[in-house]
């Protein structure tokens, strides 16, 4: 059983900054892509940046220069720093896990999604 679950979302004005942090416990043998969605209402799920376990990282055009994305290996934690919020950043942000789990001695891949956390940015 593995969990991932996100914090850090809140109301901001326009040009402000917030830090979300994602965390992935339970039975994880290992952790490949860590990555970052946002959905607004009545648009499709995006994605905003990912990580691999090496650090390698890619971000959507919109947000580059303005999000970072990191991670720690040790904490299975992914983080998601945004700055010069925008208000069309606003959306419900979720993380993905792709995690290999042990099972009968081998290891498998599943991709585990969090609860999503709201990201408000008044104009």
Same mark, same amino acid.
């Given at each position: 059983?593995? +969990?991932?679950?996100?914090?850090?979302?809140?109301?901001?004005?326009?040009?402000?900054?917030?830090?979300? &942090?994602?965390? %992935?416990?339970?039975?994880?043998? &290992? /952790?490949?892509?860590?990555?970052? @969605?946002?959905? %607004?209402?009545?648009? +499709?799920?995006?994605?905003?940046?990912? /990580?691999? &376990?090496?650090?390698?990282?890619? $971000?959507?055009?919109?947000?580059?220069?303005?999000?970072?994305?990191?991670?720690?290996? %040790?904490?299975?934690?992914? @983080?998601?720093?945004?700055?010069?919020?925008?208000?069309?950043?606003?959306?419900? @942000? $979720?993380?993905? %896990?792709?995690?290999?789990?042990?099972? @009968?001695?081998?290891?498998?891949?599943? &991709?585990?999604?969090?609860?999503?956390?709201?990201?408000?940015?008044?104009?």
């Amino acid at each position: 059983q593995v +969990q991932v679950v996100e914090s850090g979302g809140g109301l901001v004005q326009a040009g402000g900054s917030l830090r979300l &942090s994602c965390a %992935a416990s339970g039975s994880i043998f &290992s /952790i490949n892509d860590m990555r970052w @969605y946002r959905q %607004a209402p009545g648009k +499709q799920r995006e994605l905003v940046a990912s /990580i691999t &376990s090496s650090s390698r990282i890619n $971000y959507a055009d919109f947000v580059k220069g303005r999000f970072t994305i990191s991670r720690d290996n %040790a904490k299975n934690t992914v @983080y998601l720093q945004m700055n010069d919020l925008k208000p069309e950043d606003t959306a419900v @942000y $979720y993380c993905n %896990a792709h995690v290999q789990v042990l099972e @009968y001695g081998r290891t498998f891949q599943y &991709s585990y999604w969090g609860q999503g956390t709201q990201v408000t940015v008044s104009s």
